[in-house]
């Protein structure tokens, strides 16, 4: 008798923990990310299927800001291979996924569609569509997070084929 009553609470208990859990997942998940996506221990799952293209995207993904960049054919079809490096390829579409730092100092670069490239307003510093920096005083490109593709989702924070494969190839250092 003492056991099931103990049962019993414990479910209740359980119960609650679980709603509250929700409920906080979904304040977190309304005030930062405009797609959809789940959130759990270290990773985030990004559907990335209703990203425009050359329209900026900004993820969060660890208290660090993800850029999710959907490149135009056009922009696929002028870029440099050292750029193609860096396409994080979903569904046969070429993204931009990085941490949206600065190299320099931290600040957060903002996007200029018209110009597909970043420019930070700090110091002045540039980036392409690629995220390679292409004016000091930023010393390297932004940041490539461990990520995996699964069908239209990327996963952030864990490391699949396309993330190892820039690894091997330096793409990444
Ligand atoms: S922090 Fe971006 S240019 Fe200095």
Partial sequence: MENSRRGF????????????AVGTL??????????????????????VSTVEPNKLVVEKWRGKPIFILKKTPEMVAKQTEAETAR?????????????????HLGCIPAYRENKDD?????????????????KAPPPSPMVIPPFNVKGKTVVLGEEGDQYRKMKEAGVLA
């Fill in 87 to 103: 396409d994080v390829i979903i569904d046969g579409e070429h993204f931009l996924i990085c941490i949206g730092l600065c190299t």
């Fill in 26 to 47: 979904y304040a977190m998940k309304k005030s930062w990310d405009p797609l959809p996506s789940v959130k759990a221990a270290g990773f985030t799952t990004v559907d």
């Fill in 118 to 134: 970043f420019k930070c307003a700090c110091h002045g510093g540039e980036f392409d569509a690629s995220g390679i920096n292409t």
């Fill in 9 to 20: 609470m414990g479910k209740v208990f359980g119960a609650v923990a679980g709603v509250g």
